[in-house]
């Protein structure tokens, strides 16, 4: 018989394992935690969006860049990964998607120019994580840099929502990332970054312990939140939070409140209108 089902007092609790995405995927939407993290097997998906397509070639294509040798960390290196590492889905046809490749090879080609190859980052894609008495949470980072004895967590970004100083402050991915990669690094991470490709724009925020606290307790709150729903085991415990955003939701074919409230974009809406038409004519 189980230390459960004896019903200890004084055992530890279990973590809530996670990540970032998966807190905010509740923050978001309770019924699209469930579709996604709950019930199994998953409902399908919606078509893919082209957005996430550019995001990932272009998030792949740096961290290949970086890992070339230092003497061919080049533009031209960097907008050839982009079209070896393409991905065509979610655009309107294929000469869309070859449009699209080249301006993202080309928003590429413009972001190594402002980097030194020589500046070795201390990870790309670096997977870091931390425990709490409450939670078990990790997370990968795009690139990890050290300015004088600090980490700062770089973040790409791709899509066509312009950036501010509340998206750095606020965001609890980025502060979760700096947490852990404290922790795991032994070394103070206080400060992060969201680098707009399209834009070129960079947007820095620096933490204090304080702040980072704050963030922290948030996420504890939000597992907390979860994890009793999922309890619950019922419908009822993962209500839909209807609203504009239900447009980009991959399952909004399976939810009658989100299609009331917005109906889906085209898988193309998303890309940056600063490097494409913002009309899908």
């Known amino acids: ?31 699209r935690y469930r579709f996604v993290y709950v019930d199994r097997p998953s409902p399908a998906k919606g078509a893919p ?17 970086w ?17 070896d590492k393409w991905i065509g889905l979610g655009f309107r046809d294929d000469a869309h998607s070859d449009e ?36 078990a949470v990790s997370g990968r980072i795009d ?3 050290r300015r004088g004895d600090e980490l700062v967590v770089v973040d790409y970004k791709t899509g066509r929502h312009v950036l501010s100083t ?8 980025l502060a979760i990332y700096a947490m852990a990669a404290g922790r795991t690094l032994r070394r103070k991470c206080l400060t992060v970054e969201l680098h707009h ?37 019922d419908d009822a415990a993962f209500p839909p939070r ?11 074919v399976h939810c009658p409140e989100g299609r009331a409230a917005a109906a889906p974009y085209a898988p193309w809406a998303g890309l940056a209108p600063d490097v494409a038409p913002a009309t899908d004519d």
């Open 143 to 145: 690139r990890l840099d």
């Open 166 to 173: 509340d998206d750095a402050r606020g965001s609890l991915a």
């Open 49 to 65: 969006w082209a957005h996430n397509s550019v995001g990932a070639a272009v998030h792949t294509a740096l961290a290949s860049w």
């Open 67 to 83: 890992s070339l040798p230092t003497d061919r960390r080049t533009r031209e290196q960097a907008g050839r990964l982009v079209r």
């Open 197 to 233: 490709l399209p834009s070129g724009d960079v947007v820095t925020w620096e933490h204090t312990d304080a702040t980072l606290t704050r963030h922290l307790g948030r996420a504890e709150d939000i597992a907390a939140e979860a994890s009793a729903a999922k309890a619950a085991g």
């Open 1 to 31: 018989m189980s230390a459960t089902q004896l019903g200890f007092t004084g055992m530890p609790t279990r973590l809530f394992t996670c990540t970032p995405s998966r807190l905010a995927t509740w923050l978001d939407c309770p019924r």
């Open 100 to 135: 699209w490749r080249d301006r993202a090879a080309t928003m590429v080609e413009r972001y190594v120019d402002g980097l030194d190859p020589h500046d070795e980052p201390v990870g790309i894609e670096r997977t870091v994580a931390m425990r709490t008495e409450r939670l």
């Open 242 to 252: 209807p609203g504009p955003m239900c447009g980009w939701c991959d399952f909004s």
